[in-house]
């Protein structure tokens, strides 16, 4: 299963390019048809060059490491009959040297928490349990070297 994302950038008219101070605003294009624009991020470029109002590439990995843990989370609670009525994850990524001494996103952490509605709610035990089925099969997660905590909190679910 092939996915594609296109990533073009243009010089801006008057940008000398060769003295670094270019912007580094880009448009990515997926597979689907979506479009955005994103930047370099503003703690690795400075402001001008970056845009901080724009998704920038290490943003982006740890929200593909978090959607592609609820994703699953939400498919596994499906098929054992839990419904959920809001899910959140304010994930986070550490950017800093590696133990090869370059620049990576040396650790990410997910804080989902989830709201459960209904009769049928998990125990404590089984929501844990889901998160750990839902990274163990992330294709994300499953791809990438960084370390990937998930803080589960358990003491957020809602019965109705």
Known sequence: MKHTATITWTRTA???FVDGKYSRVH??????????????SPHVVPIPQSDPSLV????????????CHMLFFL????????VIKGYEDRAEGILDSGEDGKKQIIGVKLH????????HVPSEETIRHLHELAHENCFIANSVKTKIEVVV??????RN
């Not at 498919?75 to 839990?82: E, V």
């Open 56 to 67: 920038d590439p290490e943003e982006a990995f740890i929200a593909s490491i978090a959607s």
């Open 112 to 119: 989902p928490v989830v709201q459960f509605e209904g009769e």
């Open 153 to 158: 909190a358990t003491d957020t679910r809602v």
């Open 27 to 40: 448009r990515w294009k997926f597979d689907g048809g979506a479009e955005l624009d994103a930047s370099a």
């Open 75 to 82: 498919s596994f609670c499906a098929r054992q009959k839990y």
């Open 14 to 16: 008057g940008e000398v």
